[in-house]
């Protein structure tokens, strides 16, 4: 029997559209995974892939990106949050770029789906495995709603912010839950080193009831770099496959140039074509 395979999904804001690119070639390439998690974008890319919407993601980012409710201060300083609530999770999955639940429920049992999100109690990653999005688009929202710009988030009766806080890249947590395989889709460049984040002031401002929450911002940078070689010594093993963006896009987290993120969306398109055309990534990853 072949070993459990495992996507491990970046964030990145408008960066992600890298991944959804990579998600979206997997689809085609008829790439079937045990199980999924993802991480802020990671995780709203990834629920695509799950209920097999070739697609759907690059067609309502291009098409809504503009609207002040995907993305903008308008929405922040109405709402609460710089992706308002109603518009993003709600107005666009049902009505606009429908998302087909019924598919991702039948497939989310068997495949195991997770969201990473930060507990503001403790600063620590949690990992909510998703069976029904019906029921539970908190636990996505949560996962991507970014700290200062974004509300807290509650899920069964706890609070929530942005997955990447204390997870940015959950490979071990994927091995540690069986996966032996893993496919781990970046959305940097190879070489980059995260750097002490500049709004930290702010952050240790606005969170000072949350001490553990304050202490994972802090270290963030530490952890994702520390993520980041324990990648590149899983990658050197074989162990796992690495697709990450083979040049650089200048791609910011909110990003509003669609040129930029359709050449993104494209690149993630081609990286994985190239990593899969690969016999030995192939014979690497699904057998």
């Given at each position: 029997m072949a070993d459990k395979l495992g996507l491990v999904v970046e964030g990145g804001g408008m960066r992600g559209i890298y991944a959804s690119g990579v998600l979206d070639e997997l689809l085609l390439r008829g790439v079937k995974a045990d199980g999924l998690?993802?991480?802020?974008?990671?995780i709203i890319h990834g629920v695509s892939y799950v209920s097999n919407q070739l697609g759907r993601n690059i067609r309502y980012f291009l098409k809504y990106r503009e609207d002040k409710r995907f993305m903008s201060w308008t929405s922040l300083f109405k709402t609460g949050n710089v992706c308002e609530t109603e518009f993003c999770y709600d107005e666009i999955p049902y009505k606009l770029s429908k998302f087909d639940f019924d598919t991702f429920a039948q497939r989310a049992k068997d495949m195991e789906v997770y969201s990473t999100v930060t507990s503001l109690d403790t600063g620590k990653a949690e990992?909510?495995?998703?069976?029904?999005?019906?029921e539970q688009m908190d636990a996505v929202r949560a996962s991507a709603s970014l700290p200062l710009v974004s509300e807290n988030v509650?899920?069964?009766?706890?609070?929530?912010?942005?997955?990447?806080?204390?997870?940015?890249?959950?490979?071990?947590?994927?091995?540690?839950?069986?996966?032996?395989?893993?496919?781990?889709?970046?959305?940097?460049?190879?070489?980059?080193?995260?750097?002490p984040d500049k709004t930290f002031p702010l952050l240790k401002a606005k969170y000072k009831n949350y001490p553990g929450y304050v202490k994972a911002c802090e270290d963030r940078h530490k952890m994702y770099n520390e993520e980041l070689r324990y990648v590149r010594e899983?990658?050197?093993?074989?162990?796992?496959?690495?697709?990450?963006?083979?040049?650089?896009?200048?791609?910011?987290?909110?990003?509003?140039?669609?040129e930029k993120m359709k050449r993104m969306y494209k690149l993630g398109r081609f990286d994985a074509m190239n990593a899969l055309n690969d016999s030995e990534n192939m014979q690497k990853i699904l057998t």
């Open positions: 998690v993802g991480v802020s974008a990671g990992y909510i495995r998703l069976y029904d999005l019906r509650e899920v069964d009766g706890k609070l929530y912010l942005d997955g990447g806080t204390a997870d940015s890249i959950p490979l071990k947590f994927m091995q540690g839950a069986g996966f032996e395989k893993n496919i781990v889709i970046l959305t940097r460049p190879a070489g980059y080193v995260k750097k899983q990658e050197l093993k074989g162990n796992i496959l690495v697709i990450r963006p083979s040049r650089v896009i200048n791609v910011s987290r909110t990003e509003k140039n669609l």
